[in-house]
């Protein structure tokens, strides 16, 4: 018989997720901390984290930051209300290591198991099920979820114990977001050179540079227009995520604090709400472009 899911956040990637499991057959009670019109297929959607969590098997987070998370399970009507010994929480959203590891034992003093498994992918393969899972935690957790991550993802990995999911997470994004200010910099340059942007595109299609990401970003980069599939204030949270990481081993990490910067000062440039590939039209900006 399958498990009953709490879920909690329904934005852009937490809906579809949320959706696709309840496709397969898992009865999904969900709930978002906002208002918010979403398509949440068959799930049932209810009025408060202690609602979701109501004699689940699972609960599942997805939202924006720590902050989010510890609101959604230890503020008013929180989902911990309702967790009882031997329920699992895995929390699917991005936040620090520290963070993560602080919040697995407070559940673990409940009896509640932790388990990180944040995903990459942002909207289109949120809504075709075909994300990546890095989870962190125990084995048996991890074949527990198995199931319910091939509902949602093409891939899940497990990475380790806790924390090591959000530990490669940081990583992947950290990556992911200085190939986008990379992409931005040679861009820019290519059209103050008199290249064009177009051109630089169609050249680096035909690399071994060229990526899926760099595919679905392509028509943003073109028509100067950037709808957030992943936002760059999420992209500033990530980085900054990182850096946290970073110190915590002594790692050298330059590049890393320089796209750390240029985000940041994009977000106060007004970018925030944006795709995070508007870096590249922050960086226009910079160069007198616009």
């Known amino acids: 018989m399958p498990f009953t899911i709490g879920w909690i956040g329904l934005g852009k990637m937490g809906a579809p997720m949320a959706r696709n499991i309840a496709a397969a057959g898992y009865r999904v009670q969900a709930f978002n901390r906002s208002p918010r019109e ?3 297929g068959a799930c049932t959607r209810v ?18 930051d720590e902050s989010a998370v510890r609101n959604s399970l230890f503020g008013q009507d929180g989902a911990a209300s309702e967790l009882t010994p031997g329920t699992l929480v895995v929390n699917m959203s991005t936040i620090g290591v ?7 034992l407070e ?14 992918g942002t909207v289109k393969p949120a809504e075709d099920g075909t994300l990546v899972v890095m989870a962190g935690g125990s084995e048996a957790a991890f074949n527990k979820m198995q199931p ?8 899940a990995l497990h990475i380790g114990e806790v924390g090591a999911g959000s530990a490669m997470k940081l990583c992947i994004n950290a990556f992911l977001g200085m190939m986008m200010a990379a992409a931005g910099e040679c861009m820019i340059t290519a059209e103050k050179i008199g290249l064009g942007r177009d051109t630089f595109l169609e050249v680096l299609e035909d690399t071994t540079m060229w990526s899926p990401t760099l595919a679905a970003k392509r028509p943003q980069w073109l028509n100067d227009e950037y709808p957030a599939a992943f936002s760059l204030k999420h992209m500033v949270k ?13 790692a050298p990490a330059p590049a890393l604090f320089a796209t750390y910067a240029s985000y940041l000062t994009a977000q106060a440039a007004g970018f ?15 160069g007198g472009n616009a």
């Open 47 to 64: 009025s408060s984290p202690a609602q979701a969590a109501a004699g689940a098997d699972i609960l599942i987070l997805m939202v924006s």
């Open 272 to 286: 925030a709400e944006d795709d995070m590939a508007a870096i590249t039209a922050y960086l226009n900006r910079v």
């Open 107 to 120: 559940l673990a003093n409940r009896g509640v198991e932790w388990m990180d498994a944040p995903v990459s």
């Open 98 to 104: 520290s963070e993560t590891k602080q919040l697995a």
């Open 238 to 250: 990530d980085l900054g995520l990182m850096l946290q990481q970073v110190a915590m081993v002594s």
């Open 148 to 155: 319910v991550f091939a509902c949602v993802s093409r891939r």
């Open 38 to 40: 979403s398509d949440i």
